[in-house]
């Protein structure tokens, strides 16, 4: 049986019995998910009533609108949305995460534990940190990543808009559109493979209450290093499934999500318990098992 294969048996072991439970953990985040946007919906039409900026041609204006498509007033309700999905989001998702992490290494596993990041200021606290700290840090890499052979492609297919454009920098113009676009595709590749040198971050934080937001994902990133391309590979092994799911109505993915995320933790688990055995020290310091209850 190959390693991906061993994983996912442990993952549906793990959920026997609990899919109900999984499904109804995803359905929660997906309802404050949606009111949360509701809301912003509702705000936009309350006082977003008009067309922003007026008809002024006060220089500042041309500035907002080169820097800012919408108004003032959608600028400032996506904005305290963004901050109110932070506040109540992140923490639960992490607790989503926490819920898992505890589902596989034991059996009593209880509903509430979604909102293990609520329950004292410190988690909460760290809760919000880790995700101002993983958006920040993907984000920065992405930029780094593809605004290179984004900007290439760009360049190349803003020339082939030019009407007037001879036929020789039309043909120059198109290849660079095509070789840029395979790069962006490798680059979004590498990204991709690269950035899962964080992924451990949030199952050690659902671990220990004893270590920082930083010590996670520099632990992180230690861990992880030979097994992030492993880690993408077993990933993508689930598209298949995803594929599938308008073919079902998308009810599939109540199937699907819980599946890959058991599977995603089992596999973190392996991680952290590798290196743990070779370095015991980091056990000691971490604690190695669930903490907080």
Known sequence: MSFYAVIKKNARVALKGRWGTATGVFA???GVSVFLAGVEQMALRMFVASPFYGESTADYTYFLRAFFPAGPAEI???????????????????????WFYVLIQREDVVFSEI???????????????????ISARTFGWGIIFLSLPGSVMGICAYFLRIENLDRQARAAASVGVMLAAGLLLLAALLYTVYIKKYTLAAYLLCESDDISVRQAFRTSIKYTKGYRSIK??????FIGWYLLSPLTLFLLLFFVIPYQSAGETVFARYLVEKNRYQEPQITREFGGAISGR
Request: charged share 10%.
């Open 28 to 30: 929660l985040v997906f």
């Open 115 to 133: 909102f293990h990041f609520f329950e004292s200021l410190r988690r909460y606290c760290n809760s919000i940190w880790y995700a101002v700290q």
């Open 76 to 98: 400032i309700i996506t904005g305290i949305t963004l901050l109110l999905s932070l506040l109540i989001l992140a923490p639960l998702l992490l607790g989503v995460t926490r």
């Open 232 to 237: 993408f590979m077993f990933s993508l092994s």
